[in-house]
């Protein structure tokens, strides 16, 4: 398998169709055929399903067509470094619920005392974090718990609470434990779905759960237009929204920890483990056995 091949199946997924591709990499079309014949052959397993108009992936090649983009982006961080060595660049993943962190006093003081470095940020859910840093695609992860830490080494930072969010006639101070709004529709993150399930349970009583979500920004969004109650952790909370009442909740089950993760035995890079020594200065835990 070669990065050639990688390219031109990355550029037909991206294209659509086999004769698009061979237009954009400037080839015949029976070449790029015989080229992904080959490849599939190599692999083992088709990796796309040909139609007339477009192309389909496989579940083997929507695997690979993520492999695809993480190994050639690589390379082109690779080929950029190189380049010029005295530019150095920092690959961040951060999900959703970690966004604030970018904020802090700490990482933007960080980033202002290197101006030659460039920051790159990717987001997405813990689970897609934790792949890409296993795939060399990120540096440095910014994650929320509870996430699978094999193959990683975890700094645990604060310990946040979960907050209830949503109009001051549904959340008021005096409702500060989730069985509180048992009888509330409420709007989770997808991520927090099963922990708050379970800890509902344990309470002998179910959550009216009406809402899961991929982010917790859309979670308050819909807290807001459907004047419902939404469930994140504090810091993502917004200091500037004032339509919303939110309150801390005092169940201690549903605390998380926010998590600075790199790969287990890996040579970091001299900004990593510069940035990684800013963390470790701060005051880091140890989380409570789940």
Not at 43 to 67: C, D, E, M, N, W
Not at 94 to 103: A, D, E, G
Not at 182 to 201: F, G, S, W
Request: proline share 6%.
């Amino acid at each position: 398998m070669e990065l050639r091949q990688m390219n031109y199946f990355k550029t037909i997924v991206d294209e659509g169709t086999i004769s698009k591709a061979a237009r954009k990499l400037h080839m015949a079309q029976p070449p790029l055929s015989i080229q992904l014949k080959a490849l599939e052959e190599e692999i083992g397993q088709p990796l796309l399903i040909r139609g007339h108009k477009s192309v389909k992936l496989t579940p083997a090649g929507r695997l690979f067509y993520k492999r695809c983009q993480q190994v050639l982006s690589l390379c082109e961080l690779t080929i950029s470094e190189l380049e010029d060595l005295s530019t150095q660049t920092l690959r961040i993943g951060i999900t959703s619920s970690n966004s604030t962190l970018l904020q802090q006093h700490r990482i933007v003081q960080f980033i202002r005392s290197h101006p030659k470095l460039n920051v790159r940020i990717k987001e997405g859910t813990s689970v897609e974090m934790v792949d890409a840093l296993r795939s060399h695609d990120i540096d440095i992860g910014l994650l929320r718990t509870p996430f699978n830490d094999h193959g990683l080494d975890i700094i645990y930072l604060d310990k946040e609470p979960m907050v209830v969010v949503g109009p001051n006639h549904l959340v008021n101070p005096d409702k500060n434990h989730l069985i509180d709004y048992k009888d509330q529709p409420l709007i989770v993150h997808r991520r927090y779905n099963r922990l708050i399930i379970n800890y509902c349970h344990s309470l002998d009583f179910s959550p009216n759960i009406h809402i899961l979500s991929d982010d917790c920004r859309t979670a308050i969004t819909w807290a807001s237009l459907l004047e419902s109650v939404a469930l994140i952790p504090k810091s993502v909370v917004p200091v500037s929204d004032t339509e919303l009442a939110h309150v801390d909740l005092m169940d201690t089950e549903l605390d998380t920890y926010v998590a600075v993760a790199t790969r287990k035995d890996d040579n970091l890079s001299p900004i990593v483990q510069t940035i990684i020594s800013d963390f470790k200065r701060q005051d880091t835990v140890q989380p409570e056995p789940l």
